[in-house]
């Protein structure tokens, strides 16, 4: 019997305990696989030092495995996502400019911790401690874990819904990398820039085409259409945008656990077949 090709399915978006997923980068790659990922990248949150171990699995596995990073943005006081694709994790600016994105989130997530013990939730800074994998990479989601053990909320989603989303009582602003910034770590590493879940900002429309404007300007290529984070409508509308700003067009789920994820590896649809695909040059 022949060997069967397996369907392409691309997966471009995800997390380890690098960051706030809840699994080891080997895990989470064998999920990928097992869901029917074949093109596949780990983009943990401000950092790169799963890379090594999600390639060698994936490749073991016998998935095509592009590196990958999330990094966190502050960008007309929100945060933003930008994803890097492609990029040589071993690169020393990019390195060097994600210790630096991460350095404030020790002090950050102390001050959660008091704004949660003043809201009636003590002891929330060393509980989300025991939650993170990477004691570097604390994180918001590492304090939503905590308080639904300790009882005070029933969901992840809805401690965010009540405390933690960026409007709520327990956030903390912060200062994250500047844009152009993020982008030329990404570039300078060999890597395309990808702006994460457009749907999930809250700008006016004017701030949205001066986003992308920017971003363009910088040198990013790239925007995230099929994601997680997207309701169906919200597909057509950051296709139409890939269209009109000539951006390559990437697809992943976001998973972080299989509990709090709302997307699984392997469901989402494929792009939509006139868009360019963000793999086009780098596999
Ligand atoms: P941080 O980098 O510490 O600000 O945490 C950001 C992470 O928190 C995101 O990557 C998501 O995993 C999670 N997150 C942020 N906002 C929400 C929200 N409104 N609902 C659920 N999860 C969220
Ligand atoms: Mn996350
Ligand atoms: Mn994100
Ligand atoms: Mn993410």
Known sequence: MPKQTPT??????????ISDGIYQPEVVAERAHSYGVTLWSLTDHDEVSGQQRARVRAEELGMTYLSGVEI????????????????????????????ETRAGRAGRARRI??????????????????????PELISRTHFARFLV??????????VFDHYLSDDGPAHEPMQWAKLEDAVSWIRGAGGVAVIAHPGRYHYT????G??????????????????????????QEYAQVARHYDFLAS??????????????????????ADLKPVWKDLI
């Open 8 to 17: 392409f399915c691309a997966d471009l978006h995800c997390h380890s305990t």
């Open 72 to 99: 966190s943005v502050t960008w007309a006081n929100q945060t933003v996502h930008i994803v890097g694709l492609g990029i040589d994790p071993e690169n020393v600016t990019l390195v060097q400019g994600l210790r």
């Open 113 to 134: 911790g008091e704004r949660l013990a003043k809201l009636g939730m003590p002891g929330a800074f060393e509980g989300a401690l025991t939650f993170a994998g990477n």
């Open 149 to 158: 053990e300790a009882g005070h909320c029933q969901t992840v989603q809805s």
């Open 205 to 208: 429309p004017t701030q949205f």
């Open 210 to 235: 001066a986003l992308f404007d920017t971003f363009k300007d910088v040198g990013g290529q790239a925007i995230e259409v099929i994601t997680g984070s997207h309701t169906v409508p919200q597909y």
């Open 251 to 272: 697809c992943g789920s976001d998973f972080h656990s299989a509990k709090e994820s709302k997307i699984e590896f392997g469901s989402l649809p494929p792009l939509p």
